[in-house]
């Protein structure tokens, strides 16, 4: 279930947004303590169709209350009086308070809730115990992530709760804590909370609501979901979660795809191994995932990187589909062969294209910026020319293709190349695709060049992905619609 709290501060504003968030809520979170004014509690409950929760947190708590712990607990027993499905109590508050709310008759259920705004230790089960001890309906401990894999330890905890039959609303609060967040429910977890809007949030990491239900679907569960996901520092802007979530739910598989912000590679990829079928791997570990992996694929082991992890039976086979999806945006538009073709970067998509574009026939230069060596190998092992940056305008080609992270945030406003260097009939294609228009491109678009943007490159190589997983056809145009409504927006 998916519980939307409202942290609006007058009840005038409480009661707008409570009719905004009913399409995306199975419950509603009413925070008095964020409330300015005095709540009206008969009001704001009887206005509520849905379940609702009643909450009433100190600052200690990550709330805004001021006054008493008596007084803050008799708010929560006016709130049962008038009829909250739901309280949400702090183990924390004093037992003199605390036992006589618990051990209450009523309908109202309680919520014994335990917060750490700060890490996840490795003490959670004795947290559980002693909470499950006490009269209360539904158990919540929600913790902070210092680390991805502090997720793991919420993980156990549910599916421990789970297999005794315990409510329980577990997941970890900040950035790295997101992917519990969207799991928890289809984990058996009581619920998951969802922002009404961004800057709505009642909690550091939260997700918008209408994400969790329209893009994971965390709302339905799916006993034969399978994980996969992006690997990467940082993936906050990649946008793989749309495109292949909505592939799925297109082609009525039941399976999701997660951002997974690695630190430490090796020590995600043995946590989280158990888990997920599945990566798509991005910046810095398309070459570091190599030797972690089983086998690698031909073109990927040339290549020297790898996009794409795939679970083949026991055994994890790593591949490269950046080539395949830059050769098919670039032929869309020109022929490649005998083509002058300039590379502008030396990393892990570079080798990729540049492989291709040799494969293709292609007349090959790359460039390098201040890794001489890494340029030098690169040449060597596509057997084209090496350029230095500072000397690229006495260089001519054809085709520009932009493999550098110029373009990208937080370098948005700069280009790889000068805009003089760009002529008419260039063909530019920018592997950056979020901006989804970079710097190079409206420049290019300026001097009169046939552009190709990044989105097409994510889009092909994505597809690449989702059939390799899945041995499905990858809907490709429900891909597309979903990846352009969100690079450009209608109201934008």
Request: glycine residues 8%; charged residues 25%; hydrophobic residues 40%.
């Amino acid at each position: 279930m998916i519980c939307v709290p409202i942290v609006s501060t007058t009840t005038e504003q409480v009661l707008k947004d409570l009719e905004t968030a009913l399409p995306w809520a199975d419950l509603i979170e009413f925070r008095v303590d964020l409330m300015v004014d005095s709540p009206d509690l008969s009001k704001l409950i009887n206005a509520c169709p849905k379940p609702c929760i009643v909450t009433n947190r100190t600052k200690q708590e990550g709330g805004q209350f001021k006054g008493s712990e008596e007084e803050r607990t008799t708010i929560l027993k006016q709130a049962m009086d008038a009829g909250a499905d739901y309280i949400d109590i702090e183990a924390s508050t004093p037992k003199e308070f605390l036992k006589p709310i618990l051990e209450s008759t009523g309908s109202t259920q309680k919520i014994l809730s335990y917060h750490d705004f700060s890490r996840t230790h490795d003490r959670l089960d004795d947290i559980y115990d002693t909470m499950c001890q006490l009269p209360a309906d539904v158990v919540k401990i929600v913790t902070y992530a210092m680390d991805l894999n502090d997720n793991l330890q919420i993980f156990r905890l549910l599916h421990r709760a789970k297999k005794e039959e315990q409510k329980l609303i577990s997941f970890c609060m900040g950035e790295k804590g997101e992917i519990s967040r969207i799991l928890s429910p289809l984990m058996g977890g009581f619920l998951t909370f969802g922002s009404l809007a961004t800057g709505k949030e009642s909690a550091p990491g939260q997700i918008l609501a209408s994400t969790l239900k329209d893009v994971y679907r965390v709302d339905q569960i799916r006993p034969e979901m399978k994980w996969f996901g992006v690997i990467g520092d940082p993936v906050s802007k990649s946008m793989g979660y749309l495109i292949h979530n909505r592939a799925f739910k297109e082609t009525g598989l039941p399976h999701i795809y997660l951002p997974f912000w690695v630190l430490n590679l090796q020590k995600f990829f043995s946590g989280f191994e158990p888990f997920f079928e599945g990566l798509s791997v991005t910046m810095p570990y398309k070459e570091d995932i190599m030797p972690l992996l089983d086998e690698i694929d031909p073109l990927a082991k040339k290549i020297g990187a790898v996009n794409t992890v795939v679970r083949e039976g026991s055994r994890w086979k790593g591949y490269n589909t950046d080539v395949s999806g830059a050769m098919r945006a670039l032929e869309a538009f020109t022929k490649i062969k005998d083509k002058r073709v300039l590379i502008i970067g030396a990393g892990g998509t570079a080798k990729a294209i540049g492989h291709g574009v040799s494969e293709k026939g292609g007349r090959l230069t790359v460039t390098y910026n201040q890794n001489k060596e890494r340029g030098e190998a690169l040449a060597r092992e596509l057997n084209c020319e090496l350029r230095a940056m500072r000397d690229i305008e006495h260089c001519e080609c054809d085709i520009l293709i932009n493999c550098s992270p110029v373009g990208m945030s937080p370098k948005v406003a700069e280009s790889p190349v000068p805009q003089r260097f760009l002529k008419p009939g260039m063909v530019v294609f920018d592997s950056v695709y979020n901006p989804p228009e970079t710097r190079l491109i409206k420049d290019a678009k300026l001097a009169g060049c046939q552009t190709i943007a990044g989105p097409e490159l994510f889009l092909n190589q994505g597809a690449d992905q989702f059939e390799m997983w899945t041995g499905e056809k990858a809907p490709l145009q429900a891909m597309r619609e979903v990846l352009f409504e969100k690079l450009f927006p209608k109201d934008g």
